[in-house]
Every structure is written in C-alpha cells, then in structure tokens.
C-alpha cells in the first residue's frame, strides 16, 4: 500500500483538535526548550506540517528554533518527549470524575466530601478507621495524624492543613494495633509509601494479606514547613492562632480570620515551601483510590477522582444515601485539574542541575 504522508499530517492534526488541547510552539519553547529539558531528538522539528520550526546548533547544542509562522496545530508539544498532554500522564487512570458536596456539615472545608466519605464508610463498616490529619491542641495549625473510628469525630478534623503529616506512620499503628482495614487521606507522597508497601514484594500489604487500605489523596501543589508558614504569617502582621481557615485556591493562598480575608499569590512563599516538593510532579496522587480538591469545582464543592472500582462503587454509594450530592464533572471542569497537574510536572524542569 503506498503511504501518503501529507494524508497522516493532516489526520494528526484532525485528531488532536478533536481530542487534546493544543498549544503552539512557544508554549513548548517556555517549558521544555529554555528550561533545559529538551532533548535535542528532532521531534519537534521534523513533526512540523509547515516547516515552521528549525533545529539550529548554538554553542554545539541543538535548539528547536521557531523561523517560520506557527499555525498552532500542536503537533511539536504532543509529540515532544518532555511535554505532557495526555490525561493518564496527568492525572493517571480515572474511571469517572464527580463535582460532589456533603449534605452534612461542612464549614470547615469546600464540599466536605472526604469527611463525608469517610463518614459513610465507617457507618457501613467498610474501614475500621480513619487515618486523617487533626490540628494540634497545643501548637496552632500544626498538624497531628489521628485515626478516627467514629464518624461524629470527623468533624473536629474537617479543613486542609498545608503543613506535612506522618499519617503513614499513624497507619502503621492502626496495623500494629490489630485494625484490619483503614483508610488514610493524605497528599500523593504519601500515598506513594502506601504504593510502595503494595507493589514491593517484601512490602506490608504482599506479606500481610489480612490488611487492607483505602487511599484518598488530596490535590497538593505544595506543603510548607510549618515554622517558616509561621515566620510568613507573622511578617505580615498575622498570628496562625487567629486564622480560621486555610485554602489555596486560583494560584493563591488565602486566610481567613473572623470576617477578614487576607491572600497572596503561592509563589510569594516559595521560601516556605518543604524542600521535598521540588521534587514532586504528582499533583492529584495517581495510585490512590480516590483524589479530591477544589480546583475543577465551583466554591464550597469538592472535586473527585474515582481511580478504582471499589472508589466508584462507594461515590454511587453514598449519592445514593444522600450522604453527597453531585454531578458528573464535566470535559472543562476535567481540563482545570489537568492543567494544575502539568503546571506543577513542568516546574521539576526548572530544578538547577549540575550539569
């Protein structure tokens, strides 16, 4: 059969409008070629349907190189080993996405999703316990990992806390403790160590088959240590005792205290931020059950990822005791969380390296 490959061009580009959201060339000069990350094969180059780009040596080092007019097609990011486009890429296997919100209280967090999810399956005796993050009675704000065994206790725990805690370790009590089936709800680092413990064949879970856990992670662009969060509060005249609430929402934290809502863009305390996430590109948690966060929802609703059948199963379950309500989320609502994702992967390309 003779090939036609003006014809495949074409279709490429057909199939990408059709399927993907596209970007033009200085999209992929911004995050793979001026950070570093490019890896100098051609792809981009000869990829092009309209020879708009040029590989040109500087220095010895190949640069892709934009000499022509660019149509936006978005044939050289798709096709860029550096780029990320596709949803499983992103945000990993998802069987379906919800915009959710507890019928139950909520003050304490947007949509209260988790909290309720977690209710409803220690109601029906699908977990024994919950592993959560509470605040600290003694230090402001400061985390503490709990396991809660009674959905009552819940609430006391209802609220994002934007500081690390060692729920894998609390986990691990639960397990010590004889607790046969626990979830635990943290950020995608530490559902990586639950990952670890499942996948490694010397790993808790392949050794002692009688436990069980289910692992809901919250979308996390990044945690901050706890004393330099203080430090920040602080230089701007704020008390963490005083604050209310925590969120980060549109690229910004915001804190509330009382009535008053003080914000500053995220990127203001980068001097803040754990060191570890520098290092992290997961930002919804790809091997838990579930994955919930604001962005993709309206105000004071939850978005959520069913990853497994057995998280499915337990979002129809508890829609249909009207412990939640929601609807589906729709494509655009699903492109928010999955631009939020490849903002935070291509922000591992702007580490220095030594090289």
């Given at each position: 059969?003779?090939?036609?490959?003006?014809?495949?061009?074409?279709?490429?580009?057909?199939?990408?409008?059709?399927?993907?959201?596209?970007?033009?060339?200085?999209?992929?000069?911004?995050?793979?070629?001026?950070?570093?990350?490019?890896?100098?094969?051609?792809?981009?180059?000869?990829?092009?349907?309209?020879?708009?780009?040029?590989?040109?040596?500087?220095?010895?080092?190949?640069?892709?190189?934009?000499?022509?007019?660019?149509?936006?097609?978005?044939?050289?990011?798709?096709?860029?080993?550096?780029?990320?486009?596709?949803?499983?890429?992103?945000?990993?296997?998802?069987?379906?996405?919800?915009?959710?919100?507890?019928?139950?209280?909520?003050?304490?967090?947007?949509?209260?999703?988790?909290?309720?999810?977690?209710?409803?399956?220690?109601?029906?005796?699908?977990?024994?316990?919950?592993?959560?993050?509470?605040?600290?009675?003694?230090?402001?704000?400061?985390?503490?990992?709990?396991?809660?065994?009674?959905?009552?206790?819940?609430?006391?725990?209802?609220?994002?806390?934007?500081?690390?805690?060692?729920?894998?370790?609390?986990?691990?009590?639960?397990?010590?403790?004889?607790?046969?089936?626990?979830?635990?709800?943290?950020?995608?680092?530490?559902?990586?160590?639950?990952?670890?413990?499942?996948?490694?064949?010397?790993?808790?879970?392949?050794?002692?088959r009688a436990a069980s856990v289910f692992k809901i992670s919250l979308f996390c662009m990044e945690s901050f240590n706890y004393g330099d969060l203080v430090a920040f509060l602080k230089k701007a005249g704020i008390e963490i005792e005083n604050v209310s609430h925590f969120a980060i929402t549109s690229g910004e934290l915001k804190v509330t205290l009382g009535s008053d809502?003080?914000?500053?863009?995220?990127?203001?305390?980068?001097?803040?931020?754990?060191?570890?996430?520098?290092?992290?590109?997961?930002?919804?948690?790809?091997?838990?059950?579930?994955?919930?966060?604001?962005?993709?929802?309206?105000?004071?609703?939850?978005?959520?990822?069913?990853?497994?059948?057995?998280?499915?199963?337990?979002?129809?379950?508890?829609?249909?005791?009207?412990?939640?309500?929601?609807?589906?989320?729709?494509?655009?609502?699903?492109?928010?969380?999955?631009?939020?994702?490849?903002?935070?992967?291509?922000?591992?390309?702007?580490?220095?390296?030594?090289?």
């Amino acid at each position: 059969m003779k090939r036609n490959h003006k014809a495949a061009v074409e279709e490429m580009q057909r199939l990408l409008k059709q399927n993907t959201k596209r970007y033009a060339f200085k999209k992929l000069e911004k995050e793979v070629i001026k950070t570093g990350a490019c890896v100098e094969c051609g792809a981009c180059v000869a990829a092009c349907p309209v020879d708009a780009i040029s590989g040109e040596r500087t220095d010895r080092k190949y640069v892709p190189i934009l000499t022509g007019e660019c149509i936006s097609c978005g044939i050289c990011y798709a096709m860029c080993p550096r780029s990320f486009v596709l949803q499983d890429q992103l945000i990993g296997e998802v069987k379906n996405s919800w915009k959710l919100q507890s019928t139950r209280d909520h003050m304490r967090q947007d949509g209260g999703a988790v909290t309720a999810i977690l209710g409803y399956m220690l109601d029906e005796k699908m977990i024994e316990g919950a592993v959560v993050a509470c605040r600290s009675s003694d230090t402001p704000w400061l985390p503490v990992a709990t396991t809660i065994t009674r959905r009552e206790d819940l609430y006391r725990c209802g609220g994002t806390i934007y500081t690390h805690a060692q729920v894998i370790d609390e986990m691990l009590r639960g397990f010590k403790k004889n607790l046969s089936s626990l979830a635990v709800v943290g950020t995608a680092c530490n559902i990586d160590a639950i990952h670890r413990m499942e996948e490694h064949s010397e790993g808790l879970f392949n050794v002692d088959r009688a436990a069980s856990v289910f692992k809901i992670s919250l979308f996390c662009m990044e945690s901050f240590n706890y004393g330099d969060l203080v430090a920040f509060l602080k230089k701007a005249g704020i008390e963490i005792e005083n604050v209310s609430h925590f969120a980060i929402t549109s690229g910004e934290l915001k804190v509330t205290l009382g009535s008053d809502v003080r914000s500053w863009p995220v990127a203001e305390l980068n001097t803040a931020a754990a060191s570890s996430c520098a290092f992290c590109q997961d930002f919804t948690g790809k091997y838990s059950d579930l994955s919930c966060g604001n962005i993709g929802s309206d105000e004071g609703w939850t978005t959520v990822l069913a990853r497994t059948d057995r998280a499915a199963d337990i979002i129809k379950g508890a829609l249909k005791k009207g412990i939640v309500k929601g609807e589906a989320l729709d494509a655009e609502s699903l492109q928010a969380v999955m631009n939020s994702a490849r903002f935070k992967m291509n922000k591992y390309y702007r580490l220095q390296t030594g090289h």
